[in-house]
C-alpha cells in the first residue's frame, strides 16, 4: 500500500536574503484588491523575492507577458546562487503563527500519480472542491517552463491522534533550524527546521498506520487545488514520453504541498456566501422552495441556510450540509435568468451590507462545514461545490517559502 509520500531537496533563499521581503501570499488571494499587491511591489522593490516566481491571479490578464519574466527569474536565481540547496533529502516542518492560533505544517513532495481531481475519483488524493477547469491551462502555462516549483497548496490530513506532524512540533528544539521571521503585510510569523534521517521515516509510517485507517483517502486538497491540478497535467504531459524506467523518479512527477492536520484548533473552516444580483428575492425564494419539493428535500425551517433580501428573511434546516443542494439550484437558475449575476462573499456582515445596498440582490448564507464532516462527505459524494469554505482569512493562507527543481 503506497502512502505517496517522497523526500526531496528543498531550496531556500541563500542566507543573508530578506525573507520578509521573499516570501508572499498565495496567488489565489486578494484578486479584487490590487492595492495589496501594489503593496507587496512597493515592499519587495529590487530585492529577490517569490513574487517574480509567481503569477497572482489578479495579472491573469497579463500572463502573456509574465511568464516569460517568471520564468527567466527562476533561471537566474538558480544559476546566480541565489535559491539553495537547504534540506538535502527529507521534509520541512513549518510553525505559522496567525491571529487563529500556531498552526503546524510539513513541506513534503506527493505522487501526482496518486492524484485525481475528476468527480468520481478512488485515488489516494483527491480534491475538497470542484475544479474549474478553465482556470488549469494558466497555471499550466507557468509550470510547463519553470525550473523550480513554489507550493501553496495545503494538503489536509485527517489524524485526530496527531501521530504525523504533532510529534515533529514536540520536539522541535532538536532539529536543525531554517528560518525564523515575520512575514509581510499581516501573514504572522513564520518559522522553519529540517526534517532528515531518520526522521523522515517515522513520518512515513505514521502515514502509513493513517492510511491504513482512511478508507482510500489520505489526503484531501485544501488550498491551491487549480495550481495542483496544473502541475497534475504538466506531468501527464511529460509522462507518455518516458520510459517506465523513466516515470519512476522524474522530478515532474511529484509536487510540493504542505501537509496540515484537520485536526488542528487553530485551523478554521469560514463559510463562503453567495451574492445574488438582478433578481427578485421572493420570486428566486418561490423557485427555490418549488425546487426543493420537486427532489423531496424541503425539511423545514432551521438555521442550516439563511437566505434574505428586500424586506424578507427566509431559514432552511438540512440533514446533510445544505451547499450541494443550493449550488444546484443556483447554477440552474443563472442559467434560466441571464440578467441575475453571482458572486462569493467571505463574512455575513460584508454580505448583509451588499445586500442592503440594492434592492436587487439577495444573500445566501449557508452553515460553516464542521471539520469533522469533510472526508467523509468527500468519499459518499467526492469534491464538493466550488466555493464551499475557506481555510481562514486571506492573510493566513500558505505564503512562498520552499522550492524544488521540477527539471
Known amino acids: ?41 512597493a515592499l519587495v522593490g529590487g530585492a529577490p523575492s517569490a513574487l517574480r516566481l509567481i503569477l497572482p491571479e489578479i495579472w491573469l490578464a497579463q500572463s502573456d507577458a509574465r511568464v516569460p519574466a517568471i520564468h527567466a527569474a527562476m533561471r537566474a ?52 472542491e470542484g475544479t474549474v477547469l478553465s482556470r488549469v491551462p494558466p497555471r499550466a502555462r507557468v509550470r510547463a517552463g519553470a525550473s523550480v516549483e513554489l507550493p501553496h497548496v495545503m494538503m489536509l490530513i485527517d489524524d485526530p491522534g496527531m501521530t504525523v506532524i504533532e510529534p515533529l512540533m514536540a520536539r522541535r528544539e532538536a532539529l536543525r533550524p531554517l528560518y525564523d521571521f515575520e512575514l509581510m503585510l499581516g501573514g504572522g510569523r513564520l518559522r522553519g527546521w ?45 509522462r507518455e514520453s518516458l520510459t517506465p524506467a523513466q516515470r519512476e523518479d522524474h522530478p515532474a512527477r511529484f509536487a510540493l504541498v504542505e501537509l496540515v492536520n484537520l485536526n488542528c484548533p487553530a485551523l478554521a473552516f469560514e463559510p463562503i456566501h453567495r451574492l445574488l444580483t438582478g433578481v427578485d428575492p421572493a420570486a428566486v425564494i418561490g423557485e427555490y422552495r418549488a425546487y426543493l419539493q420537486e427532489n423531496s428535500a424541503d425539511e423545514g425551517a432551521g438555521d442550516d441556510l439563511i437566505a434574505f433580501g428586500g424586506d424578507g428573511e427566509w431559514r432552511f434546516k438540512s440533514e446533510r450540509h445544505p451547499l450541494a443542494r443550493l449550488q444546484a439550484f443556483l447554477d440552474g437558475y443563472l442559467s434560466r435568468h441571464p440578467e441575475a449575476a453571482i458572486d462569493y462573499i467571505h463574512g455575513a456582515d460584508a454580505l448583509r451590507s451588499l445586500v442592503g445596498s440594492r434592492p436587487d440582490a439577495m444573500g445566501f448564507m449557508p452553515r460553516a462545514l464542521g471539520k469533522g464532516e469533510l472526508f467523509d462527505a468527500i468519499r459518499r459524494g467526492g469534491p464538493l461545490p466550488r466555493k464551499t469554505f475557506s481555510m481562514g482569512e486571506a492573510p493566513e493562507k500558505r505564503y512562498y517559502m520552499e522550492a ?3 527539471v
Open 1 to 41: 500500500m503506497t502512502n505517496a509520500l517522497r523526500t526531496a531537496e528543498i531550496l531556500l533563499p541563500k542566507p543573508g536574503l530578506d525573507l520578509s521581503k521573499w516570501a508572499v501570499v498565495a496567488c489565489d488571494q486578494f484578486t479584487a484588491q490590487p492595492e495589496y499587491w501594489d503593496r507587496a511591489e
Open 77 to 128: 536565481y538558480l544559476d546566480g546562487g541565489l535559491l539553495v540547496p537547504a534540506v538535502k533529502d527529507g521534509f520541512a516542518l513549518v510553525e505559522r503563527t496567525t491571529p487563529s492560533g500556531v498552526r503546524p505544517g510539513l513541506v513534503v513532495a506527493l505522487d501526482l500519480d496518486e492524484y485525481d481531481f475528476n468527480p468520481g475519483s478512488r485515488s489516494l488524493i483527491r480534491a475538497t
Open 194 to 238: 529540517a526534517v532528515e534521517g531518520a526522521d523522515t521515516g517515522r513520518v512515513s509510517a505514521a502515514l502509513d498506520a493513517l492510511n491504513a485507517k482512511a478508507d482510500g483517502l489520505l489526503y484531501a486538497v485544501g488550498d491551491g487545488n487549480h495550481s495542483l491540478a496544473a502541475a497534475k497535467q504538466c506531468w501527464l504531459d511529460i
Open 404 to 406: 524544488r527543481r521540477i
